[in-house]
């Protein structure tokens, strides 16, 4: 991505992200089909301890249940100004289709630069959020900690965290999470095997800094399943700062889809509230229907070593909605 586009990007983004602040306190709770979750989802409300300069912050953090054995691991991260509560509705069809999903409030604004958007220099405390994952099978760490706290609550003893991990980010919380990605591949190469797929929700280059960039770029050559379900450039996401930079630095033939009329708002889908909605637009049922229908179903493969071929290039399901307009493919340049 040129350094002309890039810096317009960024300009886009700081507007959309000012008034953003600026709305913040004065706007709706979100819906509260936030909690009406599927039929044999359980939700665990929690904290999981997360480093910051010389501090650990006690960050809430949402757990959803599976109603039999987990098939992989859901990070399911939220993006800026936003809180774990806004992806409610995907995290619940997630757990519905076999999934255990952490769901962490990681903060947008602090002191000492610990947030989900590098707003000066967040990549050490991304780092400590890799740290999470890198030593997640240390039953006495950080994310195993919360996990047993959170299985306790919900009755589940019998559940072990999953083997297989996929991390899906929204807006910045997708550049947080291409970021951990490669931050297990250079430093946790152990848990960077559990890693089975990368899904970036609209994502969005942050203000400042290559994290996005250079994250991609380290991925680009491992046989990690990365997609992306966009909406279509605007000042929302960006002008689709996040899409462009993976479909620039990773050439493979498929990369996901664009929802043609999509919103930034879409993967919030019911959990979305009018802070989103007044300033990105109100999503739209069957755009919202799309993207939880392929981010779910992309998961189960990523973490099966399958390739259900019908919501894919060719297939009957992605043909369909191709037909119909409702997506456009992404590939890499």
Known sequence: ?????????????????????????????????????PPGVTKVANSVDVRCAAFVYHRSSD????????????????????????????????????????????????????????????????????????KASD??????????????????????????????GHSAGGEAVAYTANRLRTTYPAAFARL???????????????NMANALNG???????????????????????????????????????RLTTGSHCDAEGGSTDSLCTLLNGTPQARNVATLQTLAVRWALDDVDGTHTASHYPGGSVYEALRTDGVVQTLTGS
């Open 196 to 210: 089975r797929g990368l899904v970036l929700l609209d994502p969005v280059n942050s203000f400042t800094g290559l």
């Open 1 to 37: 991505m040129n350094i002309t586009a890039r810096l317009r990007t960024r300009v886009l983004h700081t507007v959309t992200a000012a008034a953003v602040a600026a709305t913040a306190g004065v706007l709706a709770a979100p819906h509260a089909a936030a909690d009406d979750l």
């Open 139 to 168: 039953p006495a760490d950080k994310l195993a900690r919360s996990f047993a706290d959170a299985r306790t609550r919900a009755g589940r003893p019998d559940l072990a965290l999953p083997e297989g991990f996929v991390f899906a």
């Open 219 to 257: 991925l680009a050559p491992t046989p990690l399943p990365m997609t992306a379900i966009s909406s279509p450039p605007y000042t929302a996401n960006g002008n689709a700062s996040g899409t462009v930079e993976l479909t620039t630095d990773v050439h493979r033939p498929f990369l996901g889809v």
């Open 63 to 134: 757990w959803y249940f599976p109603t039999g054995a987990a098939k992989g691991l859901v990070w399911l991260q939220h993006g800026f100004s936003r809180s774990n509560g806004q992806l409610g509705d995907l995290a619940g069809r997630y757990a519905a289709a076999g999934f255990l999903v952490f769901a962490p409030t990681l903060p947008s604004a602090d002191l000492f630069g610990c947030t989900v958007s590098n707003l000066g220099n967040n990549t050490a405390f991304l780092d400590h959020v890799a740290d999470l994952f890198g």
